[in-house]
């Protein structure tokens, strides 16, 4: 789950509106902004949510809405080198190639502190920097994606360990290589661990997602040495809507509320509780980043389905400034809704050639007791709700549906990106 998020980082970041002091403020309804959400009839006794659409693409004509993204498609690590030159010289050293870091409170690597307000993102109204109340002179960190890295201490985790193998890169090639200046060796140290990173998604990770069938029919094999993955000009790489709002977030229904911290031994010494984590870096600052990944390595992640546990659910981004959280569930739905996406049994038919008439149809992918339920809701059931009660394949985290958007996507990622050969 903590690597797909790493290549979620990469790959997909959806801007939301901003507006200085027009901030939508979506409660309660009706929506009091032209840019806050769809109004859907809740209990009374139901707590609002305020959530904002999309921003929208200023092609100045007129037609469907689309939306933008702030970052490159390529699985090219700009959640660690930045994808502007302005970021991208933002943390680095300079000198030997290097990328900037920091010591913990106990010695140990973290990333660069945040410099404030320059590294907040003027259309990301969720990735923001909360300091601990009790400790508020802990600053937050910075990476390639500048605050986004702070959404949680194991996505920040994830990133210090590639900005580290980074620096490796650049003592290594310094040694065998003294003549060359700082920029070969930033550039060099960059291209090994892109190669790195790639050979980990198409060797280790997608595997592991994918069942071996559907590995082998979209061609994400790693091809044996001495031979590359033919670029091909005709498929483009970018990302697909189904796969950035629907597919790739089924990782959602994985995540765990509670996370072990593990010793050098890997014993389990305590544990990270997520709601009380969300934007704020204290469990690093501490020196808890090598347990943490030991208790990523160790810990089992929950199963695909469509439950997503409490700390996604009632404390996703708890703020104890702003006593406020949200709810990544309702996210997940309302931004398929805000993108346009069709319906689930549009997938279905195109990923399997199964036509859907009636609710019969669904005992094919959905289980009897779960299509029962959608019954008593839906009349057009969302992709993600659709994708995440099907049935898992077997050797896959993810049914059919998924699967099938899944493939398509990473074999254009593979296939559209002339470096990846």
């Known amino acids: 789950m903590e690597w797909g998020q790493v290549v979620a980082h ?45 921003t929208a693409c200023n092609t100045c004509r007129l037609g469907a809405r689309d939306q933008m993204t702030a970052t490159p498609s390529f699985l090219d690590l700009s959640m660690v080198y930045g994808f502007t030159d302005e970021r991208a010289h933002s943390i680095r050293t300079f000198s030997g190639g290097k990328l900037q870091t920091n010591k913990s409170l106990v010695g140990t690597v973290i990333l660069p502190e945040a410099v404030l307000p320059q590294d907040l993102d003027i259309y990301d109204l969720v990735n923001t920097c909360h300091l601990q109340v009790d400790r508020l002179w802990l600053p937050c960190f910075r990476a390639g994606d500048g605050i986004r890295t702070n959404q949680q201490p194991l996505i920040a985790a994830m990133i210090t360990v590639l900005v580290v193998r980074h620096n490796q890169h650049c003592d290594g090639l310094a040694k065998v290589n003294p003549h060359w200046d700082d920029e070969t060796l930033y550039q060099e140290s960059r291209h090994l661990l892109i190669a790195e990173y790639n050979y980990i998604n198409f060797k280790e990770y997608l595997p592991s997602i994918l069942n071996e069938k559907l590995y082998d029919f979209f061609d994400l094999n790693v091809k044996p040495y001495g031979k590359y993955s033919k670029y091909n000009a005709k498929v483009n790489p970018s990302v697909i809507q189904e796969y950035g709002i629907a597919a790739f977030r089924y990782s959602h229904a994985n995540i765990n509320n509670n996370f072990p911290i593990l010793d050098k031994n890997v014993f389990k010494i305590s544990q990270m509780q997520l709601k009380f984590n969300f934007n704020q870096m204290t469990e690093l600052w501490d020196g808890n980043k090598n347990g943490l990944i030991k208790g990523m390595c160790e810990d089992r992640q929950k199963n695909t389905d469509l439950t997503y546990l409490s700390d996604i659910r009632n404390h996703l981004f708890l703020s104890q400034q702003r006593f406020s959280a949200t709810d990544l569930f309702v996210k997940d739905i309302f931004r398929g809704r805000d993108h346009g996406l069709a319906s689930y049994v549009y997938y279905v038919q195109y990923c399997t050639g199964i036509h859907i008439k009636g609710w019969k149809d669904l005992h094919h992918l959905i289980p009897i007791h779960i299509v029962k339920q959608l019954m008593e809701i839906y009349t057009d059931i969302d992709l993600i709700i659709g994708g995440l009660a099907e049935t898992l394949m077997d050797g896959s985290v993810v049914g059919p549906t998924f699967a099938c958007i899944l493939g398509i996507q990473f074999y254009h990622l593979k296939y559209g990106d002339r470096s990846a050969g």
């Open 10 to 54: 990469d790959s997909v970041k959806t801007l939301q509106y901003f507006g200085g002091n027009l901030d939508p403020f979506c409660c309660p309804p009706p929506a009091p902004h032209p840019e806050c959400g769809l109004y859907i009839p809740a209990p009374p006794d139901m707590t609002c949510l305020t959530i904002s659409r999309s």
